[in-house]
């Protein structure tokens, strides 16, 4: 028995939704209260395990309060091959960042200096410490 590998758009929707709850500060079981869904099916939403259907991406929508586009923005496109994404989109790792608490901690924490240049300052510092640590990865 082989397992079906979650579509690509099923799994950029999930983390959409993920992202988003993260940032309003709702837990799964919330928004499964919310839907009258378990915190179980959350997580399958998330993690594109399971798909969700366009009724179901309406309601979300509403309770994360954003537009329904707002879960397929930058995601993959559908057409040319399934691994595609939009020529306008950012690289995945950046909304796999973004829907983790530490990514979006992070990237509130950062939009609220003011200083551009102690903005540049930390983006260095940081950038150096990744350079060292990634010879230790190898």
Do not use: H, W
Not at 33 to 41: K, M
Not at 92 to 119: C, P, Q, V, W
């Amino acid at each position: 028995m082989s397992t079906k590998a979650p579509n690509p758009v099923d799994k950029y929707v999930g983390s959409r939704v993920r992202m988003r709850r993260i940032m309003l500060g709702m837990s799964q079981e919330k928004l499964g209260e919310a839907l009258g869904l378990t915190f179980q099916q959350i997580q399958k939403y998330e993690k594109g395990t399971n798909r969700v259907g366009a009724s179901r991406i309406q309601q979300i929508s509403e309770i994360l309060q954003v537009p329904v586009s707002f879960l397929f923005e930058g995601g993959p496109t559908g057409t040319a091959s399934p691994e595609g994404f939009a020529e306008a989109s950012s690289p995945s790792y950046i909304s796999d960042f973004l829907a983790t608490s530490e990514g979006l901690a992070l990237t509130r924490a950062f939009t609220r200096i003011a200083n551009a240049k102690l903005r540049r300052s930390i983006v260095d510092l940081v950038e150096q410490i990744a350079a060292r640590e990634a010879p230790e990865k190898r």
